[in-house]
């Protein structure tokens, strides 16, 4: 089986978020399980030197975009046994941002395509291309436009970023003629166009990352206007939840002495009585900031302490630093990411929030429940279909959880929570539980493989 792997990141060379991750260790994971997988990516001006100056030249050529003639090369650089892919421009990639850019319309249509004109200077002809997100949308529509005759798979990993764009684009940029593809069953999407929906519409098949998240995007309310097409594709879209890398995650010290090492760290009262509740996240609507920000000051007359890490929209940032100011001695607001230190607080933490608006899959809940820390999530996508809320009663569960997008809700549950922190026995064996859970890549890999297989034997 042979796999060409489309991401507009991968870790280790340029991340923003969980798709880097994903391109990082989903790869590795089924290289390991026998599949010839390879990705490919932009080369960046933001990649490290140390991987830079590494990198093999392969070739170069120019392809059409529309009435432009453009250079693309190519590069290669083989990490951990998974061969890596570079497409080269510096007029559209040595930027100082990776996104968000004027022309990210111009600069991820000439990615896609060059993505499939790159196979004539690399020698490897796959089986199947997996793209994944807007960046690579464009991918399935030139596939199936130009005849080039690949089998398509096009995964979702947030539907709220669609790469949408204005429809004079169509045939200035893309290089196609606005008739061909500007509708609904292909690129229109509210009087523009949409890099994502042409994923949707043009790739054999369709996959998001969590079962749950896959029904929950055929509502009204978290199908961002395609709930439609969801509806209508439904037989050829299927959840596969993504993991985590379990060794990566290993907890290397007690959890007491972790929790003691943090709170010195952090300034706050060095104390195991003391409930920690923490959050790592990017700070946005959709993590649930609103609903946690209108409870705060109540949950922090409790004998609690909070820790928060992240980086994001000024009006989180601005809101949880006047809270701190308020309650030094109970709170560390961290407006920055760092890898390291967010592990260090996973570890040493006893309560782990995600008050998720949605959340497609979720990462950060399975690396809490790796190191014992029970999370407390919205019963939405992928926190649902991972966290097992806890039953009192039958003693089985493996952290909390909430339905409605409500700051009552939340502040009722981690008052519950907190309740249970105080038997520390029962806490300890909901900790043991979630440990024992297996979210790793190899479950995931195994689950992608097969439907490798189906779509090459079926498409």
Not at 252 to 278: D, F, H
Not at 386 to 402: A, Q, W
Request: glycine content about 8%.
């Amino acid at each position: 089986m042979k796999v060409l792997f489309v991401s507009g990141e991968a870790k280790p060379f340029i991340k923003t978020g969980g798709l880097g991750d994903v391109a990082f260790y989903l790869p590795k994971t089924l290289k390991k399980l026998g599949v010839d997988i390879r990705v490919i990516l932009p080369k960046y001006e933001k990649i490290p030197d140390k991987y830079k100056s590494k990198m093999i030249h392969l070739g170069e050529k120019y392809i059409d975009l529309s009435w432009r003639k453009v250079y693309l090369g190519i590069d290669f650089l083989k990490i951990d046994g998974v061969e890596y892919y570079f497409i080269d421009n510096e007029y559209y990639f040595k930027r100082k941002e990776i996104y968000g850019e004027f022309d990210d319309c111009e600069r991820f249509a000439f990615f896609s395509k060059g993505v499939l004109e790159a196979l004539s200077l690399i020698d490897f002809k796959p089986d199947i291309i997996h793209c994944n997100d807007w960046h690579s949308g464009l991918v399935p529509m030139y596939n199936k436009i130009f005849n080039y005759n690949f089998k398509t798979i096009y995964t979702i990993h947030n539907l709220r970023f669609q790469g949408v764009f204005g429809q004079e684009n169509i045939e200035d940029i893309l290089g196609v003629s606005k008739g061909e593809v500007f509708h609904k069953r292909g690129l229109e999407y509210k009087g523009g166009l949409s890099f994502m929906k042409g994923g949707i519409n043009y790739s054999d098949f369709i996959t998001t990352v969590s079962n749950s998240y896959v029904e929950e995007i055929k509502t009204k309310e978290y199908g961002e206007g395609l709930d439609g097409v969801f509806r209508e594709y439904s037989w050829k879209l299927k959840g596969i939840l993504n993991g985590i890398d379990k060794k990566y995650y290993i907890p290397n010290r007690s959890k007491n002495a972790k929790k003691l090492e943090l709170q010195k760290r952090l300034g706050l009262e060095e104390s195991l009585k003391i409930p920690i509740i923490s959050m790592i996240t990017r700070l946005d609507r959709q993590k649930g900031l609103d609903i946690l920000l209108e409870k705060i000051e109540e949950i922090l007359k409790e004998n609690i302490q909070f820790v928060l890490l992240g980086t994001g929209e000024k009006i989180y940032e601005n809101s949880l630093k006047e809270i701190e100011n308020k309650y030094k001695n109970k709170i560390s607001i961290n407006i920055t990411f760092d890898e390291n230190f967010a592990k260090e607080i996973y570890e040493g933490s006893d309560l782990f929030l995600m008050p998720s608006y949605f959340e497609p899959c979720g990462l950060s809940q399975l690396i809490a429940m790796n190191y014992g820390t029970l999370p407390l999530v919205r019963e939405i996508g992928g926190l649902k279909d991972t966290v097992e809320p806890y039953n009192e009663y039958e003693n089985i569960g493996t952290g909390f959880s909430f339905k409605g997008y409500t700051s009552e809700e939340l502040y009722k549950v981690i008052m519950y929570a907190l309740s249970t922190y105080k038997n520390k026995k029962r806490w300890n064996e909901i900790g043991r539980r979630a440990k024992k859970k297996d979210y790793s890549w190899n479950s995931s890999g195994i689950k992608y493989i097969d439907l490798y297989k189906e779509v090459v034997e079926l498409f």
